[in-house]
């Protein structure tokens, strides 16, 4: 998923230029400078991803370096939306001795994004994402989830 979001974020690049790169589209051609980035949605029983989630966008964008955060939605070029469309666990290994016993188990997450500006121009809708992370089931595996979190929505 890191590669899905290093995706994300040459498109968000990609859009404004890079300051070493200028055979694409230099930032000084787009007018694009800030972005803000929406508290994500959810639609999945994860509440507490959403403001992970949105913090890791928001110090993601500020690390690449090509766009600035903008303070307000108004004064942002472009906004970025959002929002987390499925979040949950499976069986990711058995005991090799009894399958009905899990060893570890996958958090698995879906994300949509979308980027676009006031004057109804969208860059990109509904861009799906989705990451998954092992953990250990053991009987702290709830905890472990809650641990693990930021790092499902950092992948």
């Given at each position: 998923m890191r590669i899905r979001f290093f995706v994300l974020m040459l498109i968000l690049g990609g859009l404004v230029?890079?300051?070493?790169?200028?055979?694409?589209?230099?930032?000084?051609r787009t007018h694009l400078k800030t972005v803000f980035v929406l508290p994500a949605k959810t639609r999945a029983l994860a509440a507490q991803m959403s403001g992970v989630?949105?913090?890791q966008m928001r110090e993601a964008i500020l690390r690449y370096g090509t766009?600035?955060?903008?303070?307000?939605?108004?004064?942002?070029?472009?906004?970025l939306e959002t929002e987390i469309t499925n979040y949950g666990r499976s069986?990711?290994?058995?005991?090799?001795?009894?399958?009905?016993?899990?060893?570890?188990?996958?958090?698995?997450?879906?994300?949509?994004?979308?980027?676009?500006?006031?004057?109804g121009k969208v860059?990109?809708?509904?861009?799906?994402?989705?990451?998954?992370?092992?953990i250990?089931?053991?009987d702290s595996a709830q905890l472990i989830e809650y641990q693990r979190m930021p790092q499902l929505t950092r992948e």
């Amino acid at each position: 998923m890191r590669i899905r979001f290093f995706v994300l974020m040459l498109i968000l690049g990609g859009l404004v230029g890079c300051s070493n790169y200028k055979a694409g589209y230099p930032i000084d051609r787009t007018h694009l400078k800030t972005v803000f980035v929406l508290p994500a949605k959810t639609r999945a029983l994860a509440a507490q991803m959403s403001g992970v989630l949105s913090q890791q966008m928001r110090e993601a964008i500020l690390r690449y370096g090509t766009l600035k955060l903008a303070k307000t939605i108004e004064a942002a070029d472009v906004v970025l939306e959002t929002e987390i469309t499925n979040y949950g666990r499976s069986i990711g290994t058995v005991d090799e001795y009894d399958t009905d016993v899990a060893k570890t188990l996958s958090l698995n997450a879906s994300v949509k994004c979308s980027l676009y500006n006031h004057q109804g121009k969208v860059f990109f809708k509904d861009q799906s994402f989705s990451a998954s992370v092992s953990i250990n089931a053991t009987d702290s595996a709830q905890l472990i989830e809650y641990q693990r979190m930021p790092q499902l929505t950092r992948e």
